[in-house]
């Protein structure tokens, strides 16, 4: 019932709760044949997995971006706390007869059974938001946080999956970088397109900051920076030269101009 929104507290009395976690105690200390821990074990496990099964799977059937992954954060959330609530109850058997912590195979089971079998619709999902996000629609960029929190909390500490998503961020943005470079140097002249890819520059980080970690926010700028203004640069002087417009007058300059961008402030210039 937790994972339906209920507190823990509103369905658990202190003293049903010390009743249960007693329960447990005296199942697993008897001696053999009696003791139980090994099947109150299994359990433990069942129980997660019949709550996954039951109520976290069906609540992400049939939803995909913008209402997938605020449900994705919402069931994580729930059940975490009903994992933290069995924990409690179980935790004896933690002290004596698991090698894994309870929270850890908790974790495992949630990892197993929706992460794995939706991992990639995930992370479309998250993609778009990103796209979303750039193209200034309105949307929660704490979302987009818990998103990468769980990428990292679901690996059990370890970034596999974080690292994952970052290729996937990256890709994406030299993707749409790319064209959008494209349009403006068909749109602009050399001076707006100057003045705009600064601000986009000081935009993404904005953005980005809010939901990734500062090394991937600087591989987001590199790769932004390469699509706007390094792969593009030969061009950008060609149209300079047309409209004999104020400016660098070499590759080099423009590229040490757009490498010393004052970023870190947002105050860009080039």
């Known amino acids: 019932m937790i994972l339906d929104g209920y507190r823990p507290g509103a369905l658990f009395k202190p003293e049903d709760y010390i009743k249960f976690y007693d329960c447990i105690f005296y199942m697993s200390v008897q001696p053999d044949p009696y003791c139980y821990s090994l099947q109150l074990c299994e359990m433990f496990k069942r129980a997660l997995a019949e709550g996954i099964t039951s109520r976290v799977l069906p609540s992400l059937w049939g939803k995909t971006d913008s209402s997938l992954l605020p449900e994705l954060a919402n069931m994580w959330t729930r059940y ?13 058997l933690e002290r004596y007869t698991t090698q894994d912590s309870l929270i850890h195979m908790s974790v495992r089971c949630f990892h197993d059974l929706v992460f794995i079998e939706h991992y990639q619709e995930f992370q479309t999902a998250a993609i778009s938001l990103i796209h979303k996000d750039r193209d200034e629609e309105t949307l929660n ?13 679901i690996g059990f500490g370890d970034k596999c999956y974080y690292n994952n998503f970052e290729e996937a961020v990256l890709a994406d943005a030299a993707s749409y970088y790319s064209q959008l470079a494209s349009q403006w140097l068909i749109c602009y002249s050399f001076t707006v397109y100057r003045q705009k890819t600064a601000l986009c520059l000081t935009k993404e980080r904005e953005r980005a900051s809010q939901f990734l970690d500062q090394d991937s926010v600087e591989k987001l700028l590199q790769v932004v920076q390469s699509h706007m203004v390094n792969q593009v640069a030969y061009n950008l002087l060609e ?27 947002g105050n860009s210039s080039m």
């Open 80 to 92: 975490k706390k009903m994992a933290s609530c069995l924990g409690g109850i179980f935790q004896y």
């Open 141 to 153: 960029r704490e979302l987009l946080h818990s998103i990468v929190t769980f990428f990292v909390d």
């Open 239 to 265: 149209k300079k030269k047309a409209e004999r417009s104020n400016g660098p007058d070499s590759i080099q300059e423009l590229l040490s101009q757009c490498a010393n961008l004052n970023l870190e402030d």
